[in-house]
């Protein structure tokens, strides 16, 4: 079965702490893409990163970073030095078939407190 | 390109009622995707579309929920006698491949 379990429902960091959104999935394929998007209050989901299965080196793009790590099934998501608009929250998703859907997770509530 | 846009932002109907939403994908894109989105929840995948073709429908959607997309263009999904369970945020995305997706603002029905 297909799946992504993000066991996190909710943090809460106060700002300029680094904060680490777990992600976790299932997959029978050998290829497949993961990705994280952003949802802030105003509700649009925001393409992050694509990650795909034979690329496990890890990304770094400004204060967000990525570990990609194939023999544990996760794909971590790293904010350093956080601010309040980093509140939202944020989904992992799969997709084992790039022609495929995409399933996200349950996603992770972030509260990055002044 | 102005992103992916969908009408109406709100909808508020009573049980019984039929309902359409309209998508418009990025004019390029030949992939349409409809979520559904629960609070607290992440997108479920309902169904998607490569140009006028739907290629997959998800065994959430029952046989009241009914999705187009004539010439490959916009999309609408209606919803024939809605239920309160329907109310939710219904999400349109659009993308040239799957990798990457674009979602619009998303429709909010609530149903009474």
């Known amino acids: 079965a297909q799946k992504v379990t993000q066991a996190q429902t909710e943090i809460s960091v106060v700002e300029k702490e680094d904060v680490t959104l777990d992600c976790v999935y299932e997959?029978?394929?050998?290829?497949?893409?993961l990705f994280w998007y952003k949802q802030p209050p105003s509700g649009e989901l925001v393409f992050l990163i694509r990650?795909?299965?034979?690329?496990?080196q890890n990304e770094i793009s400004g204060r967000y970073s990525w570990n990609f790590q194939k023999s544990t099934s996760s794909f971590n998501f790293t904010i350093t030095a956080s601010q309040v608009v980093d509140s939202a929250v944020y989904f992992c998703a799969l997709t084992w078939n790039r022609d495929d859907k995409i399933i996200f997770g349950k996603g992770t509530r972030l509260h990055i407190l002044p | 390109d102005t992103g992916v846009s969908q009408n109406p932002r709100h909808k508020i109907t009573k049980r019984g009622q039929n309902v359409t939403f309209r998508c418009d994908p990025i004019?390029?894109?030949?992939?349409l995707y409809w979520y559904r989105q629960t609070l607290g929840q992440g997108p479920e995948f309902l169904t998607y579309?490569?140009?006028?073709?739907?290629?997959?429908k998800s065994r959430l959607l029952s046989d009241r929920f009914s999705a187009e997309r004539p010439k490959g263009s916009f999309s609408t999904l209606e919803i024939q006698r809605t239920e309160q369970g329907d109310s939710a945020m219904y999400l349109c995305?659009?993308?040239?491949?799957?990798?990457?997706?674009?979602f619009g603002n998303g429709t909010r029905l609530t149903v009474t």
């Open positions: 990650r795909n299965s034979f690329d496990e």
């Open positions: 995305a659009s993308g040239l491949a799957m990798a990457t997706l674009h």
């Open positions: 997959t029978r394929d050998t290829t497949y893409y």
């Open positions: 004019s390029e894109h030949n992939r």
């Open positions: 579309f490569q140009n006028e073709a739907q290629l997959e």
